[in-house]
């Protein structure tokens, strides 16, 4: 799956979880949650969602590696690609 | 015959609109069942009735604003209506279901299918919380394949099957106004400043050692996925409401002039609606959910309390507060109490701070800061500081939980 289609996804998935936040002004290497003000649950909840969407499970101990948008899009392009 | 009113769903409540009917006059409703959603301060509430019975009249309109404790349905209950019995065709599955076995002599096997309340759960492992909404739905059990520890049904499970059957609903189903964020405002201004003007506070505050307790809790979800895992919030409401048993001054209600404890530890978790202020719905029962229960509650109460679609219940029950800030980096958060409540709980983040282990030497540990603030009218810090240690020693024990 190429890049562009897995920022659409997360994008459809983060509004769903914070309908307000402005996906537009989010700055790809900076934390998203900081961005967004996305708390622990909003995050879990992201992360099944990419589960559910992806079929890609993020292990906790992976948390530190897809703390921006950008990582998060690295992260995942390369587990859709091994899988 | 008795009468539907007009619920309050806080002390700083005095009117509601009621902008939908589920039931119309004839239907036969049973304990638990929702009526009617309510807009208020705090979003849409989903109205339960607390008696079985068939409603009689509605006596207010979708649209209609009125007082708290207006009369807005009349209902035959089951004792008042014995001249009028109700037909059985009119009984619904869920009444039948939670009807006295005598009553069901011959079907015995078709009951042995049946989730119920009062039925041994030996069969069928399932959550609570799936039980219920699967009863809601009208979904049997048996036919559901559980994707929890040991083949359980979890919440997912049923939302899935029954999506199955029912797809793709249409956003705009529900009846959901948006949230009026100068009226949450409003109700956060009004109960607190009564909390403030009437309750005289004290605080106490403790800081502890998470290091052990976060370990366990990892290890844990290490091999469950996504959806399987429990956050700290989750164990951490789990081990107040253990606690809450062997201090039961600190949970229940300052009213009329006296302390009313409260047999049941429903447990508040305040929920931050963004932009808008934060409600603070209930997890009922929270000591004697498990924690993979209470978890799947959290999340599902924490959805509903942002969509819309809480439950009466869960707005008015809550017996103690839990507040947490999460991970925004604040250390400590002291609380100012719900009332009628008489304490509140607050969660500070866990941080990494040098810590004096019991061996002297000192060490790089992940610690959080627990504050209680409670009602000086029912308890003294004395007892405060009890349900801060007791706390700290159920921490230090995760597994028990």
Known sequence: MNRSRLQEIIAEELLNIAPEAELGSVEPNTDLREELDLDSLDYLNLVIAINHRLHIQIPEADYGRIASLNALLDYLEQASQSA | ?401
């Open chain 2, 1 to 401: 015959m008795s009468e539907l009113t007009m619920p309050s769903f806080g002390a700083d409540m005095d009117a509601g609109t009621l902008i939908e009917w589920r039931i119309k006059p004839g239907d036969s409703v049973t304990k638990g069942d929702i009526v009617a959603v309510i807009e208020t301060m705090k979003g849409a509430i989903d109205m339960e009735v607390f008696e079985d019975g068939t409603i009689e009249a509605l006596l207010v309109d979708e649209g209609d604003k009125v007082p708290v404790g207006t009369p807005i349905a009349s209902i035959a209950t089951a004792g008042a209506a014995s001249t009028e019995p109700v037909a059985a065709s009119a009984v619904t599955t869920a009444a039948v279901a939670t009807a006295s076995a005598s009553a069901l002599p011959a079907s015995a096997p078709a009951r042995a299918q049946t989730p119920t309340s009062g039925e041994p759960r030996a069969r069928i492992l399932a959550s609570p919380l799936a039980r219920s909404r699967a009863q809601q739905y009208q979904l049997d059990l048996s036919g559901i394949r559980g994707s929890g520890p040991g083949g359980a049904l979890l919440l997912a499970d049923i939302e899935r099957k029954h999506g199955a059957k029912h797809p793709v609903k249409p956003a705009a189903a529900r009846v959901k106004p948006g949230i009026d964020r100068s009226a949450m405002r409003q109700a956060i201004a009004a109960a607190m400043a009564k909390s403030k003007r009437e309750i005289p506070h004290y605080y106490l505050a403790s800081t502890i050692d998470l290091s052990e307790t976060l370990s366990w809790l990892e290890a844990r979800n290490q091999a469950r996925p996504p959806e399987q895992r429990v956050l700290l919030g989750a164990l951490l409401i789990k081990a107040t409401a253990a606690v809450l048993k062997q201090v039961p001054e600190l949970n229940g209600f300052y009213r009329d002039g006296g302390f009313q404890p409260s047999g049941a530890i429903h447990v508040g978790m305040a929920i931050t609606i963004r932009g808008a202020g934060l409600v603070v719905p209930a997890l009922l029962d929270a000591d004697r959910q498990p924690l993979d229960a209470l978890m799947e509650n959290l999340r599902d109460v924490s959805a509903r309390a942002r969509q819309g679609g809480l439950r009466s219940s869960e707005m008015s029950a809550a017996t103690i507060t839990v507040t947490s800030l999460g991970e925004r980096g604040v250390e400590a958060v002291y609380g100012v109490i719900f009332p009628p409540q008489v304490a509140i709980l607050g969660f500070g983040s866990p941080c990494t701070r040098p810590w004096v282990t019991k061996d002297g030497g000192i060490e790089a540990r992940t610690v959080m800061r627990v504050t209680l603030a409670a009602d000086h009218r029912v308890s003294d810090g004395h007892l405060g500081a009890r349900l801060l240690r007791l706390l700290e020693k159920q921490l230090q024990a995760p597994e028990s939980l």
